[in-house]
């Protein structure tokens, strides 16, 4: 099932609030490792996969890349990115990851940030992604950790009597699959996979895996976001680099 959540405009209100807010999980855990793990821009043909306002288009083109095509389910998030960073060198479509279609295009790097988890069919989008590398070209994503999309309550942190965090529930691993989450409104759907269903894929499709980072906070995000501190005791995210 596709489902088009950042349309929905309670939601679409909330994310945006947050990701404008320059505090959140992005600015300090998830964004610095997506990028450090790029080794460089600079020339390269870019897909983004589930580009949103586009931030990400802008800072290949402003770090030297050739061009980037930026594509999202989201009408909302399409608009954002027309009008906010829009660049002669990138094109934003609004189409969704399992539509896409790309019969004479090939990219040197293929960037997603946070979608993958919106994607049922794993097995697809990365069949589909490394058919649209060039050869030696990279795909670098970045999704939620499996260990915090594993329980279905998805609601893991177990406190004591005075709310302080005990540790960390993982429950259902190897049940991979949906899982429905309140995130400003109910319904959001996510899917989880195990670790080994993430590598696994990326292996059978022929890609070389070349790094996976399980990021911590920068320190500037600890000055910001004292709970950032808790992702030393579970990583958030897991951002994984694989070559064709
Ligand atoms: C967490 S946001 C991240 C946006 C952007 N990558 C960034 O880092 O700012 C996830 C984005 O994925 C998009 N998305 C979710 N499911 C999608 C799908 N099936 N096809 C295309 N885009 C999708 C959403 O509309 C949203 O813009």
């Known amino acids: 099932m596709k489902q088009n959540i950042y349309d929905n405009d309670i939601f679409f209100k909330g994310y945006t609030s947050l990701r404008e807010s320059g505090i959140s999980y992005n600015d300090f855990v998830e964004q610095p490792a997506l990028k450090s793990a790029i080794s460089s821009l600079k020339g390269k043909?870019?897909?983004?996969?589930?580009?949103?306002?586009?931030?990400?288009?802008?800072?290949?083109?402003?770090?030297?890349?050739?061009?980037?095509?930026?594509?999202?389910?989201?009408?909302?998030?399409?608009e954002k990115?027309?009008?906010?960073?829009?660049?002669?060198k990138i094109n934003y479509l609004c189409i969704a990851i399992e539509d896409l279609e790309l019969h004479n295009q090939k990219f040197d790097l293929i960037i997603s940030s946070l979608a993958v988890h919106y994607i049922a069919d794993y097995s697809a989008l990365i069949k589909k992604v490394?058919?649209?590398?060039?050869?030696?070209?990279?795909?670098?994503?970045?999704?939620?950790?499996?260990?915090?999309?594993?329980?279905?309550?998805?609601?893991?942190?177990?406190?004591?009597?005075?709310?302080?965090?005990?540790y960390w529930a993982l429950d259902n691993y190897q049940v991979e699959g949906e899982r429905e989450q309140h995130w400003y409104i109910d319904?959001?759907?996510?899917?989880?996979?195990?670790?080994?269903?993430?590598?696994?894929?990326?292996?059978?499709?022929?890609?070389?895996?070349?790094?996976?980072?399980?990021?911590?906070?920068?320190?500037?995000?600890l000055e910001k976001m004292p709970k950032l501190i808790n992702e030393e005791r579970r990583p958030s995210f897991i951002v994984i680099k694989a070559k064709k």
Not at 55 to 74: E, H, P, R, T, W
Not at 138 to 150: D, G, K, L, R
């Open 45 to 78: 043909k870019i897909l983004d996969l589930g580009c949103g306002s586009g931030q990400f288009a802008k800072y290949c083109i402003d770090n030297g890349a050739a061009s980037v095509l930026g594509i999202d389910i989201s009408m909302n998030m399409i």
């Open 81 to 88: 990115a027309n009008k906010e960073n829009k660049h002669e």
């Open 130 to 166: 490394t058919s649209l590398l060039n050869k030696d070209g990279e795909f670098i994503y970045s999704t939620e950790h499996p260990i915090v999309t594993a329980r279905h309550e998805m609601n893991n942190w177990v406190k004591d009597k005075e709310g302080n965090r005990l």
């Open 187 to 221: 319904g959001v759907i996510k899917y989880h996979r195990t670790i080994s269903t993430l590598i696994n894929t990326l292996i059978k499709n022929g890609l070389v895996l070349e790094e996976i980072i399980e990021p911590q906070s920068t320190p500037a995000g």
